[in-house]
């Protein structure tokens, strides 16, 4: 049973920065994709980025330059670096993993069978 946990997730001023955790357990397999997508209340789940577990990476065109995408293989753990966050960047961030499922990860959530619950990240102005 695969479980997803993500942890990071804070409140910090625009301009800020933080580091987004997603640990993944029971992971049985070295061919995987992993995302992260954002949601605000009322809205549709939003692509960030993807990782393969080869560290191909995708970008949501607008996530580029300030957020990063990165695997430690070793740890079965995937990490969302996001710079100069803005007030529009305020959502709950969710981690998602798809096995066996070769590179390239496209960054919809449809794709991905095992999610995080969840960690809430607020930028305030």
């Known amino acids: 049973q695969v479980q997803l946990v993500e942890s990071g997730g804070g409140s910090v001023q625009a301009g800020g920065s933080l580091r987004l955790s997603c640990t993944a357990s029971?992971?049985?397999?070295?061919?995987?994709?992993m995302a992260w997508f954002r949601q605000v209340p009322g809205k549709e789940r939003e692509g960030v980025a993807s990782?393969?577990?080869?560290?191909?990476?995708r970008y949501i065109e607008s996530m580029k330059g300030r957020f990063t995408v990165s695997l430690d293989n070793a740890k079965n753990t995937m990490y969302l670096q996001m710079n100069d966050l803005k007030p529009e960047d305020t959502a709950k961030y969710y981690c998602?993993?798809?096995?066996?499922?070769?590179?390239?990860?496209?960054?919809?959530?449809?794709?991905?069978?095992?999610w995080g619950q969840g960690t809430q990240v607020t930028a305030s102005s």
């Open positions: 998602a993993a798809d096995l066996y499922r070769p590179a390239p990860c496209i960054v919809v959530p449809t794709i991905y069978t095992r």
């Open positions: 029971g992971v049985t397999t070295t061919n995987y994709c």
């Open positions: 990782i393969h577990s080869d560290g191909s990476t």
